[in-house]
């Protein structure tokens, strides 16, 4: 026991900061505008660093069960810890766009920054790196569809039937994503998974000397998510006060959503990379957008619904575009079985125009 305390050291370190957090949350909103700001950006860190060991978990989880199942457990990992989020700071009266904004910079990070940067850095490396086309195709499909439901149809929806709309994208949303769940661990799963050479597996008796304690692993997992929301009830707090009259464009906020619960993802992908394993960087990629989409859209919409106030949901012409120019790219891009470094720069450019577009308030 005592091992496995210090072991998670920096996930205490977070619990502190929690407990410390509420006691001094008024004098943080009372303090000035560059306190709370100050205060919000260390939260962050404190909730980075409880996301970090709460994917460490749910990788070593990953790795008793292998893939499909493994990265599959990733990837909600990262979806719970951005819902949780997003949950906390929407019930604080948050930007009525915080949702939609969060939903569209987890797929740009997802697709163009961690697909993007791990084929670049994994085909400097390797060259070419194989991995099973089928998975990326539905992927892709999926993403398509579940984006152009929930985030671009609204657009088009009558203000007096958001209520109804809202109802058939929870539906629509639930249904998707159980036949997707079918899929990856049904009768289609290998699908989501691609056969290496058996020197790769050499690897495998040392990787697993270290046992996986299940119980124990979930356990932490499930109290590491409970603290991340106690940090961001007070961050969100916090952030907002010292972003307020900055100028900082209202997407900032979102990007940080997104990047705490991508942070654990980019590491396991480019470690996958560099191992040649690009069928882990898909699944993680693509499964943690399009989990990102069908998993957030249906909690928020119920929370809308229960609230009786709606999110703006339809995304802006530049998003739009953005979201289909990278669709097109990765469905080019993943079409062969086999990425470079060429097709690694397409997407990190995507990103990089994500950023300054970003930046730019657009």
Request: no cysteine; hydrophobic share 55%.
């Amino acid at each position: 026991m005592l091992t496995h305390l210090k072991q998670e050291s920096f996930l205490l370190l977070a619990v502190l900061a929690a407990i410390m957090a509420y006691p001094l949350e008024h004098w943080m909103l009372h303090s000035g505008q560059p306190v709370a700001l100050a205060a919000g950006l260390v939260l962050i860190a404190f909730i980075v660093v409880a996301s970090m060991r709460v994917a460490h978990h749910a990788e070593l989880l990953a790795e008793k069960v292998g893939d499909p199942y493994g990265t599959m457990i990733l990837t909600l990992a990262a979806v719970l810890v951005e819902v949780v989020i997003l949950a906390i700071m929407m019930s604080n009266e948050a930007s009525p766009t915080l949702v939609r904004d969060t939903i569209y910079s987890a797929v740009m990070l997802d697709i163009n920054g961690i697909l993007g940067l791990a084929a670049l850095m994994g085909g400097i490396k390797h060259g070419e790196q194989s991995y099973n086309d089928d998975s990326a195709r539905s992927y892709s499909v999926m993403i398509l569809t579940a984006m152009g439901v929930s985030m671009v149809v609204p657009e088009f929806i009558p203000e007096a039937n958001w209520k109804v709309y809202s109802a058939f994208t929870i539906g629509a949303m639930v249904v998707l994503y159980t036949l997707f769940l079918r899929m990856q661990v049904g009768p289609h799963s290998y699908f989501f998974s691609y056969s290496y050479p058996e020197k790769r597996r050499k690897k495998d008796p040392e990787e697993d000397t270290e046992s996986v304690n299940v119980p124990l692993s979930i356990a932490t997992l499930v109290f590491g998510v409970v603290v991340i929301g106690a940090l961001a009830e007070v961050m969100s707090k916090t952030l907002d006060l010292g972003l307020e009259g900055t100028g900082a464009p209202p997407v900032i906020t979102a990007i940080l959503v997104a990047a705490i619960s991508a942070a654990p993802e980019i590491l396991t992908a480019l470690r996958a990379a560099l191992a040649n394993r690009m069928q882990s960087v898909v699944n993680i990629a693509m499964g943690a957008s399009l989990s990102t989409v069908i998993l957030t859209v249906p909690v928020m919409e119920a929370m809308a619904l229960y609230t009786g106030q709606p999110f703006q949901m339809a995304m802006t012409p530049v998003q739009t575009v953005m979201i289909f120019l990278t669709l097109i790219v990765s469905a080019i891009n993943l079409n062969d079985g086999e990425t470079n470094a060429i097709e690694g720069m397409t997407h990190f450019v995507l990103f990089a125009t994500f950023i300054m577009l970003s930046l730019l308030g657009l």
